[in-house]
């Protein structure tokens, strides 16, 4: 398909409109111009990129993409390395951040919660872009029994700061390196918050806040909206996919 087709598929399926981010949201990379295969991956890393360029892909599309915020905006050592080879290569590089935390359906937040086994998904409206969302578990868990199903739902042990000991049954939750909006979980009465990663300061506030936080990995978090994107390009647009996973323990 041709690559602006896509970029506006994106634009509207993802709602771009609606956000205020860190960083641009569609094309960062201008590549060829016709895409046949998109390979997708959450950090526009050198690994993936040269994954990539292996599997001859015309397009990557990322959850971290490059130019944030605040960041230096010169194109120099491995920013350089990554760019340079996406270039010479002829690769786009389509990055989307918080509109696929968001997403209804294919969005980093949804398929967590999918794969956390929660009923009653839904975002917390009005609040923090729609960003955070809650749920609830059909039976209370102990929250060393909720870790353990986290465990084997993303493959990982998650932190638990809190009382282990706590029965929960409502649960909110926001991907990545949202462990701040852990307040918000106690203003609406949630027994516990699960996000990416934890900060020093998490730890007092799940105690003082009286809920469990649960630190699930900032990537484990966002592995599964991007590769869900993907998957349903391929199957709209008939365009092959391949997901790779450059495995990171943060
Ligand atoms: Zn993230």
Request: aromatic share 8%.
């Amino acid at each position: 398909m041709n690559r602006q087709e896509l970029q506006d598929y994106l634009h509207q399926f993802l709602s771009l409109d609606q956000y205020r981010d860190y960083a641009p949201n569609g094309l960062q990379i201008q590549g060829k111009s016709t895409i046949a295969k998109i390979v997708t991956g959450v950090t526009a890393c050198q690994a993936l990129i040269d994954a990539a360029i292996d599997q001859q892909a015309d397009a990557i599309l990322v959850h971290h993409g490059f130019f944030w915020k605040g960041e230096d905006p010169c194109i120099v050592g491995i920013k350089q390395q990554r760019i340079q080879a996406l270039l010479s290569n002829d690769v786009n590089l389509m990055a989307y951040h918080l509109p696929l935390d968001g997403h209804r359906v294919v969005g980093n937040n949804a398929t967590l919660g999918q794969r956390l086994g929660m009923s009653h998904m839904r975002p917390i409206e009005g609040v923090a872009q729609d960003l955070v969302w809650q749920g609830q578990l059909d039976i209370a868990l102990s929250a060393t029994e909720f870790a353990e199903q986290i465990s084997q739902a993303l493959g990982r042990a998650p932190l638990v700061l809190g009382n282990a000991q706590a029965m929960i049954k409502t649960i909110g939750w926001c991907t990545g390196g949202a462990q701040d909006y852990i307040d918000i979980a106690a203003q609406y009465g949630l027994d516990a918050f699960i996000s990416g990663e934890a900060s020093e300061r998490t730890f007092h506030s799940a105690n003082e806040l009286g809920l469990v936080y649960f630190g699930a990995g900032h990537h484990a978090t966002e592995r599964y909206g991007i590769e869900a994107l993907g998957q349903h390009l391929a199957d709209k647009f008939g365009i092959d996919h391949v997901f790779i996973d450059v495995p990171n323990p943060v």
